[in-house]
């Protein structure tokens, strides 16, 4: 069984800041890598930002989608098992739910067709 589980989202002023986690256990353990999504409002889930696995943890290879670089940061404890999504300076069209999701290697990472397990989702509400 895969095991993800999303959390730290919620309802933030826009200039706030969070931190979402994401959970691995299981068979996601042997996955190639892990990525974020997000879905807004009658919007297209989109790639965010992914990390690839190494040495049995989550620090690899970082990929960002072009239009998320510099305002994402995403990081692995391989300790936790845990892959972290964060950003600073929230504003009101960065609400939407969160997904993380975890794929094998053979294809690019900012790929949703990567992916073949993914978690519940969290909802992150930006107010302005």
């Known amino acids: 069984q895969v095991y993800l589980t999303e959390s730290g989202g919620g309802l933030v002023q826009a200039g706030g800041s969070l931190r979402l986690s994401c959970a691995t256990s299981?068979?996601?353990?042997?996955?190639?890598?892990v990525g974020w999504f997000r879905q807004g409002p009658d919007k297209e889930r989109e790639f965010v930002a992914a990390i690839t696995r190494t040495d049995n943890t989550w620090n690899g290879v970082i990929y960002y989608a072009e239009s998320f670089l510099g305002r994402f940061t995403i990081s692995g404890d391989s300790a936790k098992a845990t892959v972290y999504l964060t950003r600073n300076d929230l504003k009101p069209e960065d609400t939407a739910v969160y997904y993380c999701?975890?794929?094998?290697?053979?294809?690019?990472?900012?790929?949703?067709?990567?992916?073949?397990?993914w978690g519940q989702g969290t909802q992150v509400t930006v107010s302005s």
């Open positions: 299981g068979r996601a353990l042997l996955r190639n890598h």
């Open positions: 999701a975890v794929g094998w290697a053979g294809g690019s990472p900012t790929s949703r067709g990567q992916y073949d397990s």
